[in-house]
């Protein structure tokens, strides 16, 4: 056995090394990023909290400036002005429209020029409206909307299919010539004595362009009173260099077809008959047997041609300013989704249909729950976008039925500069506009924020 004791091996303790200390310099990471970041918030503060302040410190003020303090008088006179409820009433039917049919729109043009060919001209077309400024859209629209169907598009493609499955009135504008013995009844003329039986009603028109007379009219003649009936004649009492007397057939002068007259009695009909070639018509003895009779114009001879709708009037303006604006943004919405619908995984949806999915069950069930994040962006951009909707507007509806257009930024526009000069109801109207617009923000932030984590 050795006698020598056995050596400790002491092991030096790993002292991990200290940190060193953190630089309060202008190397440091936090002051760097609040330099980098101090421009943009003198931007914000002065573009954007410093007016936000403002307003509403001033919606608190009258017409007459800092002078006069109203309180919330200005919030009330919102809910109570007839122009400011429309204009709310309007900003509601934008949120609740727009959003929708422009996302609809887009997802379905997204979708189907994955199916056709030249995709790429057919989106470039769609998102062509969206380098359109609003000025120039509304300026476009406003012929388009034309009450004219000679300038206005859509009266013009309106009434071309209306006029191909109905011929119209065959003497529209025509009226019977002053003294003579026609009143105005309904849409339609009535003789102002009655004719007896045997008698020959002399119903003299004018006011009827030589293009509406028939090319197979012949010259007026009266028509021969059948053996207790009565006769006349409708023509055309106007002959070339206004030659001719008032009221009676002269040579040259034409008879005009088709027109339907009644033989009426107490405001009743009890006969009908149509003019001839030669405007000549007659009515049998059955019509007046219990004595004279009235003879009416029908109105169906005189009603003036359809022409169109009345877009720029007060029951459609709304309507038609939407159509515009979806013309414009239905590209951007088609242009988002697609870029989604591009990101897809291609997988989800053969495999859907290997398992015997229809191509409706496929977009329903799996391309549309997958594109959902992309079609809430879109949805609330768009909210936040009409909500603030002034210039198509302003535009398109300028005149008479503005009032019936009337949104919020606009009555905002209306009420600060543009008549009413009461900058306090302005101020409350941003107020109000900033206060619709704020949720759709924050959802925006909260999804963001959702995303990044």
Do not use: C
């Amino acid at each position: 056995m050795s006698d020598k004791a056995p050596v400790s091996v002491v092991v030096p303790e790993k002292h991990s090394p200290k940190p060193a200390r953190e630089s309060r310099g202008l190397g440091s990471g936090t002051l760097l990023g609040w330099l980098f970041l101090l421009p943009a918030l003198i931007m914000l503060t002065v573009l954007v909290a410093y007016p936000i302040v403002w307003t509403l410190l001033r919606s608190m003020f009258g017409a007459d400036g800092w002078s006069d303090f109203v309180g919330i008088d200005n919030y009330k006179e919102l809910f109570t002005d007839d122009d400011t409820f429309t204009a709310l009433k309007n900003n509601l039917i934008w949120v609740l429209v727009v959003p929708v049919v422009v996302t609809a729109l887009g997802l379905i043009f997204a979708v189907l020029t994955e199916r056709v060919r030249f995709a790429t001209a057919f989106k470039l077309i769609v998102f062509m409206p969206m380098a359109v400024s609003m000025l120039a859209a509304g300026i476009i629209f406003r012929l388009v909307y034309d009450r004219d169907p000679d300038q206005g598009v859509a009266n013009a493609a309106i009434t071309s299919v209306h006029d191909m499955f109905s011929e119209g009135a065959p003497y529209p504008g025509a009226r019977p010539r002053p003294n003579a013995d026609l009143g105005p009844q309904g849409g339609g003329f009535v003789t102002k004595a009655a004719t007896d039986p045997g008698g020959i009603a002399m119903l003299p028109l004018v006011a009827l362009p030589a293009d509406k007379v028939p090319g197979d009219a012949l010259d007026a003649k009266p028509g021969v009173a059948p053996t207790g009936g009565l006769g006349g004649v409708v023509w055309l009492d106007f002959a070339k260099g206004n030659a001719g007397a008032a009221g009676k057939v002269d040579p040259g002068e034409k008879g005009l077809p088709g027109v339907e007259v009644e033989a009426v009695r107490n405001g009743k009909s009890v006969g009908h008959a149509t003019t001839g070639k030669d405007g000549s018509f007659t009515m049998p003895a059955s019509a007046v047997k219990d004595g004279p009779v009235q003879l009416r114009l029908t109105e169906a001879n005189f009603a003036k041609s359809f022409g169109g709708y009345d877009w720029l009037g007060p029951n459609l303006i709304t309507s038609a300013i939407i159509g515009a604006y979806i013309w414009m943004w239905a590209g951007f919405a088609m242009v988002l989704i697609a870029a989604g619908l591009a990101a897809i995984p291609r997988d989800a949806l053969e495999a859907a249909r290997v398992d015997g999915a229809t191509e409706w069950q496929v977009f329903r069930r799996v391309t549309v729950p997958l594109l959902a994040p992309v079609l809430v962006v879109v949805m609330v951009t768009l909210v936040i976008n009409v909500l603030k909707i002034f210039d198509l507007v302003y535009i398109i509806s300028l005149g008479s039925s503005q009032k019936e257009a009337n949104v919020l930024a606009l009555q905002l526009y209306i009420a600060s500069f543009g008549g009413g000069n009461n900058q306090g109801l302005g101020s409350a109207i941003g107020i109000l506009l900033f206060l619709l617009v704020l949720p759709a923000m924050l959802f925006n932030i909260r999804r963001f924020r959702r995303e990044n984590r």
